[in-house]
């Protein structure tokens, strides 16, 4: 009799220890999302979250200006109240980022057939630098000498050149190496691309 409530299976034939199971998965996976929420976002500001009450203030969240005044972020926006729940450290006052003027130029494409044919490559990005380093005070001047630069050896690359990770990162290398050679600094530390688009 004791053998009958074991093996005992429901209508659709399944078995009552299938459902145990099914149960057992299921709570461990909510005990893994909310450990994974506990670990993004932290024991306090998870309580908060959960008690409707304000998250405590960060250090980064507040900072002293050049005249030695106590100036809050702004919490209103969403930029700052992304970076305070992030906790992202804040850009370092000797880091610069200097946009460039867009890039156009064309360069050549390999056709399914094989055939040659020339494709528009526009780009738009910014370069970041380190302006306590020697040399830094002629990056803006010599930006023009960088831009021509640019399009030169934009000029030269295949299609194939910028396709995947492996090509954005060539390319931001050779960029780099060409910015540190025309204004004969280290400064420049590296490019952020807004946007690459080829048509």
Known sequence: MADET???TTSDGSRKGGLVIALAIALACVVALLAGLVAAAGPARLGALISGAKAPESSS???????GQGAASASGSGASSYTQLMD????PENII????????????????TG????????????????????????IETRQLFMRDSFQDYLRQLN???LQGSIGIARLKAELLRRARAITDSEAPREFLIADLIIQ
């Open 159 to 161: 299609e194939s050149d």
């Open 115 to 138: 055939r040659q044919t020339s494709r528009f490559l526009k780009l738009n990005l910014a370069l970041v630098y380190d302006n306590s380093i020697a040399g830094a005070a002629t």
């Open 97 to 112: 980022v200097l946009p460039f003027q867009e890039i156009i130029v064309n360069i050549t494409a390999t056709t399914a």
């Open 88 to 91: 992202m450290p804040k850009q």
């Open 61 to 67: 969240s507040a900072h002293t200006d050049a005249s």
């Open 6 to 8: 074991t093996t005992e």
